[in-house]
Every structure is written in structure tokens, then in C-alpha cells.
């Protein structure tokens, strides 16, 4: 099972960019798709993750409102479209995939999700 990141860039504030995650048939076959950040220096946090079975699509407080998490089942390929990015979003991007349903509370726990993606680096310049 592969897990491809791509998408990432260096923007001005400001700016979108639409991070894709291509997969080797996990999207279709996996309750949540996700997506989690690692700024420098930091640990890794909870961004976005949805919901198959149900629709239901979380967010990150930071990012709630500019972030849209999307998945296309037929494409094998989930996309998280980030807008109005600010520099506090810097950090490496990293898709995951979890095969079997999650209560809700942990849907935010990275430790709970069985493949990960490679990451790719989104900059924002202010």
C-alpha cells in the first residue's frame, strides 16, 4: 500500500494550493482519509480528516473555514484545497489512511491511522 503526497509549494499569504494524495486503491477501501502537519520544530498535528461511511468531514480549529478536504473515490485520490494560507500553516504535509471506522473522538489521534503518505512541504512567505 503507497500513500503519494503531492501538491506542496512556497506561496506569499495569501495565497491556495490544492494538496493531492494519490493511493494504490486505499482511498476507495479506507473509512478516513486524512491529513496531519509538521511545522519546524514541532510535532505533528491534526489538520482534516473524513468520513466514508458518513460524510462527516473534521477540521483543525486553525484551519476551519480555509481548508476543504475532498476525496475521490474513483481516482483513488484525496485532495485537501487550502485557502487564504498564512505562514503559521509552513509545515510538511502528511495524507493517512485508516481502514476501519473510528469513534469520533479519535478520528484526530495520528496513532490511530495504518498507512501514511511521504509528506510534501507547503511554505508560506508573509
Known amino acids: 500500500v503507497q500513500l503519494q503526497a503531492s501538491g506542496g509549494g512556497s506561496v506569499q499569504a495569501g495565497a491556495s494550493l490544492r494538496l493531492s494524495c494519490a493511493s494504490s486503491?486505499?482511498?476507495?477501501?479506507?473509512?478516513?482519509m486524512g491529513w496531519f502537519r509538521q511545522a519546524p520544530g514541532k510535532e505533528r498535528e491534526f489538520v482534516s480528516v473524513d468520513t466514508l461511511s458518513d460524510g462527516n468531514t473534521l477540521y483543525a480549529d486553525s484551519v476551519k473555514g480555509r481548508f476543504t478536504l475532498s476525496r475521490d473515490t474513483d481516482r483513488n485520490t484525496v485532495y485537501l484545497q487550502m485557502n487564504s494560507l498564512k505562514p503559521e500553516d509552513t509545515a510538511v504535509y502528511y495524507c493517512?489512511?485508516?481502514?476501519?471506522?473510528?469513534?469520533?473522538?479519535?478520528?484526530?489521534?495520528?496513532?490511530?491511522?495504518?498507512?501514511w503518505g511521504q509528506g510534501t512541504l507547503v511554505t508560506v512567505s508573509s
Open positions: 486503491g486505499v482511498t476507495s477501501s479506507s473509512i478516513h
Open positions: 493517512a489512511a485508516r481502514r476501519r471506522r473510528l469513534v469520533l473522538s479519535a478520528r484526530r489521534d495520528q496513532r490511530q491511522y495504518d498507512y
